[in-house]
C-alpha cells in the first residue's frame, strides 16, 4: 500500500488537522490494545498509522514555526 502523500495532508485546514491528528491517536491507542489482549490481526497497520501521525505532527508544527517567524 503507498504511503499517503503529505500534499493531502497540507491542504487540511487547522481543525480538520486537529480532528485527524485525535483520530490516528486515538487508532494508536486502540491498536496496542488489541495488542495486548492478542486481537491484533493487521500489525501493519501501526506503521502506517505512525507515518500518517508523523506527518500531521510535521505539517502542524511546520504551521506553528511559520507564524512564530512573522
Known amino acids: 500500500m503507498a504511503r499517503p502523500e ?6 487540511l485546514d487547522n481543525d480538520d488537522l ?3 491528528l485525535e ?3 486515538r487508532e494508536l491507542f486502540d491498536l496496542r490494545f488489541q495488542q495486548a489482549t492478542r486481537r491484533l490481526e493487521n500489525p501493519h497497520r ?3 498509522a505512525r ?6 505532527l510535521t505539517v502542524q508544527k511546520e ?3 511559520s507564524i512564530a517567524a512573522s
Open 18 to 20: 486537529v480532528k485527524q
Open 63 to 65: 504551521r506553528i514555526s
Open 6 to 11: 503529505i500534499n493531502k495532508v497540507r491542504q
Open 46 to 48: 501501526f506503521k502506517r
Open 51 to 56: 507515518i500518517k501521525l508523523a506527518q500531521l
Open 23 to 25: 483520530i490516528v491517536r
